[in-house]
């Protein structure tokens, strides 16, 4: 299973910026799937997580500029960002826990998959 994060960029304070975080892989199905942040020197931070069952949860940060979504039929999930900041800019990563058959299909194990991280920079 991988995930490939795009969209990432350069936006102005009080702007707007879309990421897509797209699944792909066979026979996998996602519990749990989540953006961070990470800027340099400090650890990654949740921004916003989706469950199966639909809750999304979001930092205290980012609730009401930035909203979550997900396409399934195209195994992508989006984080719309809006009301950019500056302390916004950071590397945004697209993170997941799947469920994926084992060797012989008899069962499904858990999966933990990051993707690649997006710069968002935020001007001021």
């Known amino acids: 299973v991988q995930l490939q994060a795009s969209g990432g960029g350069l936006g102005q304070a009080g702007g707007s910026l879309r990421l897509s975080c797209a699944a792909s892989?066979?026979?996998?199905?996602?519990?749990?799937i989540s953006w961070y942040r990470q800027t340099p020197g400090k650890q990654r931070e949740l921004v916003a997580q989706?469950?199966?069952?639909?809750?999304?949860n979001y930092d205290d940060s980012v609730k009401g500029r930035f909203t979550m979504s997900r396409d399934n039929a195209k195994n992508t999930v989006y984080l719309q960002m809006n009301s950019l900041k500056p302390e916004d800019t950071a590397v945004y990563y697209c993170?997941?826990?799947?469920?994926?058959?084992?060797?012989?299909?008899?069962?499904?194990?858990?999966?933990?998959?990051w993707g690649q991280g997006t710069q968002v920079t935020v001007s001021s």
């Open positions: 993170h997941a826990w799947v469920q994926v058959p084992n060797s012989d299909y008899s069962a499904e194990v858990g999966l933990e998959v």
């Open positions: 892989g066979s026979r996998f199905r996602i519990n749990v």
């Open positions: 989706t469950h199966s069952g639909g809750t999304t």
